[in-house]
């Protein structure tokens, strides 16, 4: 009797956890961004049940934490990895033995950081896996987080798999390609393994896209209803740029209605949903000692470069993100000084080829080539949209929500970091746009149909392959950068 094969969404999300994994053994500890921030936040949950507190007097940090931060050099050497090398030498071993055996404090943190403005949602899961392995070594707790991260990651890329499989039914290569192509993107691997708060929006943004995407090609049902305010706003109490989903959320539930689909109950269930959930978050938010909307961490910095006051109108955050991407116009005001390439740093090195805390970067050469591809694959997807315009135009809806989601969370991501001083160093990173990656995944699959149906699984099998060996460069690069 034949044994039964696993699902190929179970495959890809398997795939994926390993390859996070990977990145999980071969990043030094605390050398991801923020990274011992968003691990000071986790043990506080495990700890006392309670996130991190703005007003209170002790560090962010633990004494455990300390410790290993110390045995590291890890405060010397933040942002500077590149040069210094972690010095893990056999003394410093010892010596950290020798304060482990003493027994350290595990729960005197609980300060201020760049990650205590978030709300709870993701930091739970990490913090399940510290309390199961609480017996363990604070180096094991702590590998235990960024395996957890590495399996919400997982479930990231089945929701990548899912929407281009309803989509595009009858090409399962398809939904297979842009999993592949999503889990072996190097720095979204890299994130996904690491404790970090962006790995929980990733998630509740391809699953919010997902759902939408099955509204919208099979109609509203009370699954759905109750679902898609759930991945939204506990997406936004994992991090506030879920709030870039809410115009995209408006659009699909406009179309639902001018559709009529839906039952009545399909639509009260889903106020329900929304109601209670928010009404369970106004209630402990206090009690949490957090803000009823959770903010960007980016916010603080924004505001200071801007000099306070009422803040930056809308027509100079939208000359802003236009200069991201194009000389300014004549009328505008010149955001960026000479020398500063924002597309480039942006969505090219820091999107592509970032890592630690953006001081370990890729070869110019490799990430030249990388811009090369883009382009290329960019051209290929316009090819491809219009020699399957049939079917683009029978998925008008769900097109235009996936452009739309791309577009939300870039504009969200560039108007939060709008500052006003040219000179004034880029806070966006091009891993802020990972809450879109179905999207971009899309567009990668409508390359591959740019070369024409008969081709078109060739050429994923080459992109998924090319993917695959940066990824594996990547690795290499990143672990030879700290350890040889």
Known sequence: MRGRRLPVVVVVGLIAFVNSAVWALIVPYYQAPDEEAHVGYVVQLAEHGKPPRDDSSNPFYTSEMNALADGLATYDMLQFAYATRPPWTAARQHGYD?????????????GASTASVHGPVYYLVPALGYRLFYGTSFLDRLFVMRLASAILGAFTVAFVFATVRELAPGRPWAAAAAAMLAAFQPVFGFIQGSVNADVGVNLAGAALIFLLIRALRRGLTVRLAIAIPAALILGILAKATMFAFVPVVAFGLAVLLWRRQGKLRDWLAMGATAALLIGIWA??????????IPVPGGSAAVAGQAGGGGGPGISAKLSYIWQVFLPPLPFMHHDFAPGIHPVWDI??????????WLDVNMPHAVLVGIAVAICVIAALALRGVWLERR???ARIPETLLLIGSLLCVLGFTHAAFFRVNPAAPLLEQGRYLFPAITSAAVVAIAACFGLGRRWAPVGATVMVAGMMGLSGFAQLYVFSSYFT
């Not at 020798?98 to 609980?110: C, D, H, I, T």
């Not at 969505?347 to 630690?356: E, I, T």
């Open 391 to 393: 079917l683009v135009l």
């Open 283 to 292: 209630i402990i938010a206090p009690f949490y000692h957090h803000s009823f």
């Open 98 to 110: 020798q304060l482990v055996a003493k027994g350290l404090q595990r729960g005197n943190g609980g």
């Open 347 to 356: 969505y090219v090195r820091r999107l592509w080829g970032g890592f630690g």
